[in-house]
């Protein structure tokens, strides 16, 4: 079992910077992919990318790689989402979730650990 805990959402202004936090915790961390997603009111959850955890591989949907950054933390079992030049487009809850295996699926519902999210306002 993979527990994973969010932090780091608020109220930003248009055009600043967040970095979004993940504690990962669990057995044999290394058999799962990690991966960030976000859900904005009414719209379909949308994958922004993840990180393999035995490797560190990252991966990021094309729409996402201009302003999202993954990084992760080994001494802390963290992931990290940069989000920059943050727009009022970017508000969502963000979550982190867990899939086991080695692939980075796009599909949210190949993951099987989630956490319960944090919100990111941008005001205009």
């Known amino acids: 079992q993979v527990q994973l805990v969010e932090s780091g959402g608020g109220l930003a202004q248009t055009g600043g910077s967040l970095r979004l936090s993940c504690v990962v915790s669990g057995r044999s961390l290394s058999d799962y992919v990690i991966a960030w997603f976000r859900q904005a009111p009414e719209k379909e959850r949308t994958y922004i990318g993840g990180?393999?955890?035995?490797?560190?591989?990252?991966y990021s949907a094309s729409s996402m790689k201009d302003r999202f950054t993954i990084s992760r933390d080994n001494a802390k079992d963290t992931m990290y989402l940069q989000i920059d030049h943050l727009r009022p487009e970017d508000t969502a809850v963000y979550h982190c979730?867990?899939?086991?295996?080695?692939?980075?699926?796009?599909?949210?519902?190949?993951?099987?650990?989630w956490g319960q999210g944090t919100q990111v306002t941008v005001s205009s």
């Open positions: 979730a867990a899939a086991r295996g080695m692939i980075h699926w796009q599909f949210d519902d190949k993951y099987e650990y």
């Open positions: 990180i393999r955890w035995s490797d560190e591989l990252t």
